[in-house]
């Protein structure tokens, strides 16, 4: 197609295609960034709010590991003092 043009002396229609061609693809490249950055902003809010979950739970595992063991040093200083005072009493661990 090239050839024919160029030997028929029409060099303002070549160049009139490839300027054609490449505001196309120009056109076709700033779209496709346009989608592209739309996507990462979209994955990126996703990242955020697994993050949030994530750490939701996380805070929640942290709060019940927290009370049980607050619970457990409660039950042993208990014992400890019964086990000063000499009771023989045995308390139960679990309570």
Known sequence: ENQSLKSSGSEALLAAQWRQRYEGCLSEKDDLQCR?????????????????????????????LKESFRLYRKK????????????????SIAD
């Open 36 to 64: 592209l950055q739309i996507e990462v902003e979209k994955a990126e809010i996703m990242a955020d709010q697994r993050r949030k979950v994530d750490s939701g739970k996380f805070e929640m595992k942290y709060r019940d």
């Open 76 to 91: 042993a200083k208990e014992i400890f003092e019964a086990q000063q005072r000499g009771d023989v009493v045995l308390v």
